[in-house]
């Protein structure tokens, strides 16, 4: 029973109109993120360190309105993966996602990437709606990107199929996955990866993100030292009143291509605080960025 209620919740917020939803996340925000909530004292926590000149006041309302919008990303993503699946081009493999993606701003970049047949690598933060991010993406050119399954078998079975639907292979986030994201770069097919995710204790670099030290992830750099890969920044944008999206392209700047592990560390950084800084509101600040930092004996979180 408890499954069936699940599944029908889900189908549910799959039919639901994105203007709908979005209030919707509003409403929920107000019963379940008080100030005494643990999203709510980490994405606290991250301003503090981020921001820390800012002014009380800024920090509250950034993390309140950050918030209503990770609720958004949740709450909009069964009907962001119906529309994708229900809206095949006739005779293709890729989707209509117009309803969804209201404008797109550096396709030239894809267009010329694929052009040049060496594969791509996407750089997906935690930025708007990221599932629609990779959905786009995936629809341009045949994508692999990492997955964790989750415990829940039935949001496991809907988030895999969610995420595929536009032709994305999911591949697992271990050694074998990381062999199959450089096997798609050799087949001159497209990869995702999450600049903003947390490697364990001794697998990233010690870098800085908003002058903290951060542990960040070396794959991007190593993939594209192994195959030549162009490097696409690619992520969304909201638009308010629940009218869609609008989807960014940017290439990684010219000197991450030639620099080591510990430069392209910085310049990824730097990189993605710059896309944050347009629209802070947008960014996952409750994700547990400051965790498992070599050097650092202060556990952010505790």
């Known amino acids: 029973m408890y499954r069936l209620i699940q ?40 301003l503090d360190l981020c921001f820390p000149d800012k002014k009380e006041k800024w920090k509250e309302d950034l993390a309140n309105n950050s918030l209503k919008e990770f609720l958004k990303s949740i ?15 006739s005779g293709s493999n890729k ?25 791509i690598i996407f750089i997906t933060p935690h930025h708007g709606s990221w599932e629609l991010s990779g959905l ?9 990107i990492m997955y964790r399954p989750l415990r829940n078998k039935i949001l496991d079975n809907f988030v895999k199929h969610g995420r595929a639907c536009t032709g994305a292979r999911l591949v697992p986030t271990d050694s074998s996955g990381v062999k199959n994201l450089l096997k798609s770069l050799q087949d001159n097919n497209g990869v995702g990866v999450l600049p903003d995710h947390t490697p364990r204790l001794n697998q990233g670099i010690m870098s800085r993100f908003f002058d903290v030290p951060v542990n960040t992830i070396t794959l991007i750099n190593k993939l594209s030292k192994k195959k030549k890969s162009p490097v696409l920044f690619i992520y969304s944008e909201r638009l308010k009143g629940g009218k869609g999206f609008k989807i960014y392209i940017e290439e990684i700047v010219e000197n991450f291509y030639k620099a080591d592990d510990q430069e392209a560390a910085d310049i990824l950084n730097r990189c993605l605080e710059d896309i944050i800084l347009r629209n802070p509101e947008q960014y996952l600040w409750s994700y547990e ?10 556990n952010a979180y505790n």
């Open 7 to 46: 599944k029908f919740f889900l189908y549910i917020l799959s039919l639901c109109s994105l203007r709908f939803l979005h209030i919707l996340s509003i409403l929920l925000f107000h019963i379940f993120f008080s100030k005494k909530s643990k999203r709510y004292k980490v994405t606290r926590k991250n």
């Open 75 to 89: 709450i909009e993503a069964p009907h962001i993966w119906r529309v994708a699946s229900k809206n095949k081009i």
């Open 95 to 119: 989707s209509d996602l117009s309803n969804l993606i209201k404008d797109v701003e550096g396709s030239i970049h894809i267009t010329e990437a694929i052009r040049k047949n060496n594969g």
């Open 136 to 144: 786009y993406a995936a629809n341009n050119i045949k994508t692999s």
């Open 289 to 298: 960025r400051f965790r498992n930092r070599v050097g650092v004996k202060e």
